[in-house]
Nanobody, 128 residues
Framework: VQVVESGGGLVQAGGSLRLSCTASGLRFDDYSMSWFRQAPGKEREGVSC????????YYSDSVKGRFTISRDNAKGTLYLEMNSLKPEDTAMYYC??????????????????????WGQGTQVTVSS
């Protein structure tokens, strides 16, 4: 199984980025997916999750209203559209897969040990 994130970069505050995560070697629609992030010196934080068919999504309070998670099961790809970016959004962003179709609720983002597959991460840097 391979999980590969892309789309990170350097952007000014108020700008936008779209992250992508492609998973191969697994049946993508058997998995709920999530985005996590970790800034230097800080604990890993759950950002957003999505159920197998996109029917359920959840966002942390820190990104609600600014970020949108989506997925394309035909392409085996997860997305995170990030708008109105702030310097505090600067972090390494990781994509993760959990082998449960409906594993997306507030508690899902605090149970990172449940996730089976993780990508290497993509860096997002927001300048002020």
């Amino acid at each position: 199984v391979q999980v590969v994130e892309s789309g990170g970069g350097l952007v000014q505050a108020g700008g936008s980025l779209r992250l992508s995560c492609t998973a191969s070697g697994l049946r993508f629609d058997d998995y709920s997916m999530s985005w996590f992030r970790q800034a230097p010196g800080k604990e890993r934080e759950g950002v957003s999750c999505i159920s197998w068919n996109g029917g359920s999504t959840y966002y942390s309070d820190s990104v609600k209203g600014r970020f949108t998670i989506s997925r394309d099961n035909a392409k085996g790809t997860l997305y995170l559209e990030m708008n109105s970016l702030k310097p505090e959004d600067t972090a390494m962003y990781y994509c993760a897969a959990v082998g449960s179709r409906g594993f997306c609720a507030g508690s899902s983002l605090s149970r990172s040990s449940k996730y089976t597959y993780w990508g290497q991460g993509t860096q997002v840097t927001v300048s002020s």
